[in-house]
Each structure stands twice: as C-alpha cells, then as structure tokens.
T-cell receptor, first 115, second 114 residues
Framework: DTGVSQNPRHKITKRGQNVTFRCDPI?????LYWYRQTLGQGPEFLTY????????KSRLLSDRFSAERPKGSFSTLEIQRTEQGDSAMYLC?????????????FGDGTRLSIL | GQQLNQSPQSMFIQEGEDVSMNCTSS?????WLWYKQDPGEGPVLLIA?????ELTSNGRLTAQFGITRKDSFLNISASIPSDVGIYFC??????????????FGQGTTLQVKP
C-alpha cells in the first residue's frame, strides 16, 4: 500500500465550470477527511466520512460543494459553478478508526486553479 | 471558532543549530500532532501525542503535549538542510468530540543555511 492517493494533482478550469476530485485512502482506513489549504495557511477541515456515512460538514462547505464515499472506499469531492475563491489545494486524509490514537495520513492534494 | 497560534512564523538558522517552535490554543485538545509539508506535497506526519504531559521523540525531533492540553512544542536538534520546509501543529478532537477533525496552526517556515 502506497498511502493516500489523490487525482488529479492539478486542475485548471474556467470560472463557472464543475470539477471533481478523487481520493483513494489507505486500504482498511474507515475514516476519510477532506481539507482545503490556501497559500500561506494551514489546512482547514471541510468534511469527513466514517465508512460511507458523511458525519460532519464545515460551514466552509457551501451548497456548491458535495462529497461522496459511496462504498466506503474512495471518495469524490465535487465543486459546481466554480468561483475564483475556490482556488486552493484540496487535501484528503485517512485514518484507521475513530479512536484518538490513530493519526491521519495525508495525500499530496489536488491543486485547483480557477481562471 | 477554534484557532491555534503557532510561533514563530518563520526561522532562518545555521545548519547544526537546534530549533524550537510551539503552538498554543484557548481550547483543549485530546491529541496534538506535528506535520511537515514540502512545496507541492501533502503534510507528512512527524509525531503524534495522545496524553497530556507526553514527551515523544522521533530521531532528532522531540515533541511534548502540554499538561493543560492547550499547547505543544516541537524541537529539532542539530538541524540539517533537508529539515527545510513548513511545520504545522494540529490539535485533534477538540473538547470531548471524537471526530478526529484536526485544527491546524498557521505553520512555521524553516530555512537552514548550510
């Protein structure tokens, strides 16, 4: 197993277009997290899944954002009608379970640029 | 909302020097983690702390979970050029939650002069 995998690594799109990112967590990790990171800042929590259930969403996750994890394995994050403010690095992380002694491991992110 | 104050914001040191950075919060966290991030990559876990007062080492890195659960520090001894990068602290499970959600500091940028 090679860790958390995210695709694509880079996405450039015009404002108003829809984009979708994919995250493949470490196998057997049942928790999956999405974060957003803007330049010069630390990552900010967006949402997380316990298996296929989406259990918490940040208020940063507007109605244009939707995340799914249909079979409790990979996850997708879709942004509809992209805006310039959506430009950021979108990071995915996974952990083995919800106990506090299981740290999150991050993928290398998808960098989104809105023209 | 919850915030972590990480300091210093940046450091420029000579190779071989020791480095210390810290993170404080007005909120209690149940876990503290330290990550390092290189340009264009995701954060890589360095040290995870799970108990108040815990002191943990990973090679030249040492980190402590503050006794009040509101702070943590990271020390790097005998710095080398590959230590260059951005170091983030993250508090996990604020209050009594069990979501695993992490709150990150703003990062400390470390530059090492050979």
């Amino acid at each position: 197993d090679t860790g958390v995998s995210q695709n694509p690594r880079h996405k450039i799109t015009k404002r108003g277009q829809n984009v979708t990112f994919r995250c493949d967590p470490i196998s057997e990790h049942n928790r999956l997290y999405w974060y957003r990171q803007t330049l010069g800042q630390g990552p900010e929590f967006l949402t997380y899944f316990q298996n296929e259930a989406q259990l918490e969403k940040s208020r940063l996750l507007s109605d244009r954002f939707s995340a799914e994890r249909p079979k409790g394995s990979f996850s997708t994050l879709e942004i509809q009608r992209t805006e310039q403010g959506d430009s950021a690095m979108y990071l995915c992380a996974s952990s083995l379970d919800g106990l506090s002694n299981q740290p999150q491991h991050f993928g290398d992110g998808t960098r989104l640029s809105i023209l | 909302g919850q915030q972590l104050n990480q300091s210093p914001q940046s450091m420029f040191i000579q190779e071989g020097e020791d480095v210390s950075m810290n993170c404080t919060s007005s909120s209690i966290f149940n876990t503290w983690l330290w990550y390092k991030q290189d340009p264009g990559e995701g954060p890589v876990l360095l040290i995870a702390l799970y108990k108040a007062g815990e002191l943990t080492s990973n090679g030249r890195l040492t980190a402590q979970f503050g006794i009040t659960r509101k702070d943590s520090f990271l020390n790097i001894s005998a710095s080398i050029p590959s230590d260059v990068g951005i170091y983030f602290c993250a508090g996990g499970d604020p209050g009594s939650s069990n979501t695993g959600k992490l709150i990150f500091g703003q990062g400390t940028t470390l530059q090492v002069k050979p």
